[in-house]
């Protein structure tokens, strides 16, 4: 029992905080038809997330924040320009603007020296889940709460951003589920479309940039498109979408990570496979089989 608290704990723990807000933007990114959004800006991040550290020369999650929401709406803002002044195809403008971003980051993290750090493409690309180590301690030595906040400071952004991402969809809860369902009634309607697209953006950005350090781009877009579009195919009621897709991120990072470390050891090796990217396998095939089932003839 205290190899699961030192060993999986915490990577379950940050992998479940991640799920769960990539999955509740998710459900909005399906309806308005933006899901490449996530994987775009999930790209797009790294840059600024990466000047960031560098300038500043700290890797804090304000930091860090800072630069990947500056990164999402500069990428924004760009594939807006070439749609609107440029006429190029939105498709093809998202296409060029975050796998230019992405290049670019890539080229900044190995300029930078950054590469040779914890900030290296590997753990840009599948996280740094098993990396996250904690000693409890002992039981006896002190409170609860004091043994808790001793918890690697990952696991604390990813709750605020929860928090913070949570916050935002529940106080527009009404504007963005109107935007989503009938943008044109919503237009009509007066409602600031510009501003909740923008709001959407900022939580979209804030989980891609949270996850960007611990569960990488992998875990964060399939936990963007899986559980919602898999809730999709079993209610068309939003409330019971957005909890449905939660529960279902929850699902697929414990069974991704229970396949991740036991997995090998049934075949008689003794490796691991990564998580993050076992977990995002199994969100992928819990979609697929979802798919495959309401297809059936009844």
């Known amino acids: 029992m205290a190899e699961f608290w030192t060993v999986d704990f915490v990577p379950l723990l940050a992998a479940s905080l991640a799920a769960m807000a990539c999955a509740l933007v998710g459900n909005l990114l399906i309806l308005t038809r933006q899901a490449m959004a996530a994987d775009a800006l999930s790209h797009a991040v790294v840059p600024g997330v990466v000047i960031a550290v560098a300038v500043?020369?700290?890797?804090?999650?304000?930091?860090?924040?800072?630069?990947?929401?500056?990164?999402?709406?500069?990428?924004?803002?760009?594939?807006?320009?070439?749609?609107?002044?440029?006429?190029?195809?939105?498709?093809?403008?998202?296409?060029?603007?975050?796998?230019?971003?992405?290049?670019?980051?890539?080229?900044?993290?190995?300029?930078?020296?950054?590469?040779?750090?914890?900030?290296?493409?590997?753990?840009?690309?599948?996280?740094?889940?098993?990396?996250?180590?904690?000693?409890?301690?002992?039981?006896?030595?002190?409170?609860?709460?004091?043994?808790?906040?001793?918890?690697?400071?990952?696991?604390?952004?990813?709750?605020?951003?929860?928090?913070?991402?949570?916050?935002?969809?529940?106080?527009?809860?009404?504007?963005?589920?109107?935007?989503?369902?009938?943008?044109?009634?919503?237009?009509?309607?007066?409602?600031?479309?510009?501003?909740?697209?923008?709001?959407?953006?900022?939580?979209?950005?804030?989980?891609?940039?949270?996850a960007f350090k611990s569960v990488g781009v992998v875990l964060a877009v399939a936990m963007f498109v899986c559980p919602a579009a898999t809730a999709r195919l079993v209610t068309t009621r939003l409330s019971h979408q957005m909890a449905l897709s939660v529960a279902i991120a929850l699902a697929t990072v414990f069974a991704g990570y229970a396949a991740a470390a036991l997995g090998p050891s049934l075949f008689g090796s003794g490796l691991a496979l990564n998580a993050a990217g076992t977990i995002g396998a199994t969100a992928g095939l819990a979609l697929a089989a979802t798919a495959a089932f309401r297809a059936r003839p009844a």
């Open 56 to 210: 500043t020369g700290l890797s804090g999650s304000l930091v860090v924040l800072a630069g990947g929401l500056s990164a999402a709406f500069a990428a924004s803002a760009l594939t807006g320009f070439l749609t609107r002044v440029g006429k190029v195809e939105p498709g093809a403008a998202l296409g060029i603007v975050f796998t230019s971003f992405f290049a670019f980051g890539i080229l900044m993290l190995e300029r930078t020296g950054l590469a040779q750090t914890g900030f290296d493409i590997h753990h840009v690309i599948t996280g740094s889940l098993e990396g996250l180590i904690w000693i409890p301690g002992d039981a006896a030595a002190g409170s609860l709460v004091a043994r808790l906040m001793t918890l690697p400071q990952v696991v604390f952004e990813l709750a605020l951003v929860l928090v913070l991402v949570a916050g935002i969809l529940f106080a527009l809860r009404k504007e963005l589920a109107l935007v989503a369902f009938d943008p044109v009634f919503a237009r009509a309607s007066g409602l600031p479309v510009g501003l909740l697209d923008a709001a959407l953006l900022a939580a979209t950005a804030l989980a891609c940039t949270a």
